[in-house]
């Protein structure tokens, strides 16, 4: 039986906001830091409050922008080193076997197309370097123009800048990329200002 649960998130809120690189949609994108009351659900049924959280998303697509989305490249290197045993086992036997009078070129291309394919494969699973993705990522996010506003994206009022960047009407953070943010947020619904 398929168990149905998941969370819902009451009273959601925007509390901070930044410019960044988003691992998922790999774009550079506006986020959203959303504020709401978690609280998890078994079949429909809020059972258990998870209180207070915040929670990035991308304006673009929704999904958390720091997340990791796509295998690492040790992953797939792992996927070619063990497919090149499909081409290997089968050249030995190519190799092996006398070439028969009627398919004779069909051996004689698969006795160089199955060495060539495992060659590729483990070219790829021990030689080729790649790089990870998370360092991919973590330089485009370097390459980020930070938001550099004086005036709030949502009601255009004059930000202050003490002790941080925020809204003094909508109480909305702005952060620069590299900014600490919390994800433990307080649950009064306002900043701490
Ligand atoms: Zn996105
Ligand atoms: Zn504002």
Known sequence: MHLIHGIYRFKPQCIGTRRDFCNACLHETHTEQIRAFWVWHFFFIPLVPLWWRAEWQCTSCGADPRARYRSSPSFWKVIAGVSSLIFIVPTIVEWESPVSPD???LNWVLRFALPLAACFLLYFAFVRKTKSVDLLNEERRQ???????D???YCESLLNSQPYVYCPHC?????GTYEETSDKVPGTGRLDL
């Open 103 to 105: 398919g004779a070129v």
């Open 171 to 175: 109480r909305i953070r702005v952060y």
């Open 143 to 149: 390459r980020v123009i930070p938001l550099e506003t």
């Open 151 to 153: 005036h709030c994206l």
